[in-house]
């Protein structure tokens, strides 16, 4: 029995250690939490900053969530949340908020690898997604209905793309709409007659970026300025930021912070 007593006692000092012991501080004490909603551009990108930040702020915890740009820009008007994130600009009356541009993304257009081409035009592209050129013979290849995908209206990425691509036309109510990038993504990766647009950032072998008007999208053609579809990634303050999410914007802005967007091929702010 005193050998069962003396167990339990060791436990529960090795439990206390854990719990309590030096530079625990973030279990012990009180967690303060930074909400950050709005783009699914940009939800993925702060998400691994986040990840960075808590391992030297563990007593910080940062909440990221999606829900499309314009959602992020009216969550920050209502603050309800620390941050908004946008990936389109702010329209008029949105313009009350803060500003702080993070990095910038070129937007790509991607298709199946196994889709021969390789580059199209900016009008070519423009035709497709307002239901002008329907089929890829119009376009030298098969004869085969284009699987067009676009992104839901209040898509950052969505406005940019109309602002960039579009301009004066409309797109097409028959296509396919996303909610977000990462859906975009899977439907092209895995049909071999679709085409749609998603960050440049998220492109990896499973997709293939097309040339347009001759010029990759590229990291070295962004900031050249030879690559025109671009957009700048946004966070949205409503007035000042507390002590806990200030911080985080700070290092967001600092080499670390910039050098971790970098690595995931977005071209930082001092690019």
């Not at 620390?82 to 702080?100: C, T, Y």
Request: charged residues 20%.
């Amino acid at each position: 029995m005193a050998r069962i007593i003396g167990i339990l006692s060791l436990a529960v000092i090795m439990f206390l250690s854990c719990t309590n012991g030096p530079g625990k501080e973030g279990r012990r004490g009180k967690k303060h939490t930074i909400t950050i909603a709005g783009s699914t551009s940009v939800m993925p990108f702060t998400e691994k900053l986040a990840e960075h930040f808590m391992i030297d702020h563990p007593s910080t915890v940062v909440d990221v969530q999606g829900g499309g740009s314009t959602a992020g820009i009216q969550a920050c008007l209502n603050r309800t949340v620390n941050i908004g994130m946008s990936s389109r600009q702010l329209k008029d009356a949105e313009m009350v908020l803060n500003e702080i541009i993070i990095c910038y993304d070129g937007i790509s257009v991607v298709v199946h690898p196994k889709n021969p081409i390789n580059g199209l035009s900016l009008k070519e592209i423009s035709d497709i997604f307002h239901g002008k050129i329907t089929n890829w013979s119009q376009l030298g290849w098969v004869d085969r209905k284009i699987d067009a995908i676009t992104r839901e209206e209040g898509s950052g990425t969505r406005g940019s793309f109309e602002d960039l691509v579009m301009k004066s036309q409309d797109i097409d109510d028959g296509i396919m709409v996303q909610d977000s990038n990462g859906s975009v993504k899977e439907i092209v990766a895995t049909d071999p007659y679709a085409i749609g647009y998603i960050s440049l950032g998220l492109v990896d072998q499973r997709v293939k970026a097309l040339a347009i008007d001759g010029v990759m999208p590229t990291v070295k053609h962004i900031k050249s300025k030879k690559y025109k579809i671009v957009r700048p990634f946004l966070y949205l303050t409503n007035g000042a930021l507390d002590k806990y999410a200030q911080p985080f914007v700070t290092f967001v802005l600092s080499r670390e912070g910039q050098n971790v967007l970098k690595k995931e091929g977005l071209v930082g702010i001092h690019d």
